[in-house]
């Protein structure tokens, strides 16, 4: 009767060790699953006391009070990415963060607790949170993933957004070279930070442009069936190119023609020369 005894206790151990050892790997994930659960509670309670207010000042007073802040979240998560660095959960810390803070010197060290990351899939979510950032790390880790990743939705993403931030830098710095009121330009040192204007005050926006029509172009060739957003890249690609090519300033108008009011045919071209003023309209 001894052996069936130990057979049993053996199989007993295992399963607990399994068990245990299944709920260590868990653990990462539930504890990040847990922060981003309290975080969405904590919106979801603002908003119904946001809508719930009854005057201007009530709703500015609990903005000023009770809107839960990213950044009262944010170093619970790193800590859980710096205490689990080969996790995947840390990708998911690291990228929550990323997509929720908006200090971009904080920003820039994710980035950079990032690149140990590049065969991660979940890099995308990362370089789709970077297209308005104004972290000067954004540019250097989108052409790294673009480089490095071995995702073909990844690096989809990283070409597309380093080509909007590239055209964004292009349109920056035509800003900066006109010579804004010092008020303005004040206000854009702080959101870009002093050494990326002083960088662009001295680049070349022709050549931006024209590498940001290169990289669109890459992503409609070679990241077309990607999915972004409503449609895939490449169609949102095409639209950026038609954009960069048409409708710049100082471009001449694309062609449009139409009927007016009474149903007569005519085409903008019809008025060249002519002051023109063009009322876009619709119902969505």
């Known amino acids: 009767m001894r052996f069936p005894v130990a057979v049993a206790l053996g199989a ?3 399963t607990l060790a399994a068990t245990t050892a299944r709920a260590q790997d868990e653990a990462p994930k539930a504890r990040f699953d847990a922060i981003v659960a309290e975080y969405d509670k904590a919106q979801k309670e603002f ?3 946001y809508s719930a207010a009854k005057t201007d000042e ?7 009070d009770k809107y839960p802040k990213p950044e009262a979240y944010a170093p619970r998560l790193q800590a859980l990415a710096a205490k689990y660095p080969k996790d995947p959960v840390a990708v998911d810390c690291l990228v929550w963060v990323l997509q929720n803070q908006r200090d971009a010197a904080a920003n820039d060290k994710i980035l950079m607790t990032l690149q140990d990351h590049l065969d991660s899939e979940k890099l995308a979510s990362a370089c789709k949170a970077l297209q308005y950032a104004s972290s000067p790390g954004a540019e250097p880790f989108l052409r790294l993933v673009l480089e490095k990743s071995p995702h073909q ?5 990283a070409c597309y957004v380093l080509a909007k931030v590239v055209s964004s830098q292009g349109q920056l710095a035509r800003t900066i070279q006109a010579g804004p009121p010092k008020e303005k330009l004040a206000r854009l040192e702080q959101f ?11 680049a070349d926006p022709d050549q931006l442009e024209k590498q940001a029509e290169q990289l669109l172009e890459r992503v409609a060739d070679q990241y077309g069936d990607v999915k972004g957003g409503r449609s895939s890249l490449g169609e949102t690609a095409k639209g950026d ?4 090519r048409n409708l710049a300033v100082g471009k001449p108008a694309p062609e449009i023609a139409g009927e007016d009011v009474d149903g007569v045919p005519f ?3 019809d ?5 023109v003023f063009l009322d876009f309209w619709g119902f969505w």
Do not use: P
Request: no cysteine; aromatic share 10%.
């Open 12 to 14: 007993l151990a295992f």
């Open 47 to 49: 908003g119904r006391l």
């Open 58 to 64: 009530a709703r500015n007073q609990l903005f000023a």
């Open 153 to 157: 939705d990844v690096q989809g993403n």
């Open 192 to 202: 870009h930070g002093k050494a990326t204007i002083e960088r662009l005050a001295k």
């Open 241 to 244: 190119l038609f954009e960069l």
């Open 267 to 269: 085409k903008l071209s």
């Open 271 to 275: 008025y060249r020369g002519k002051v």
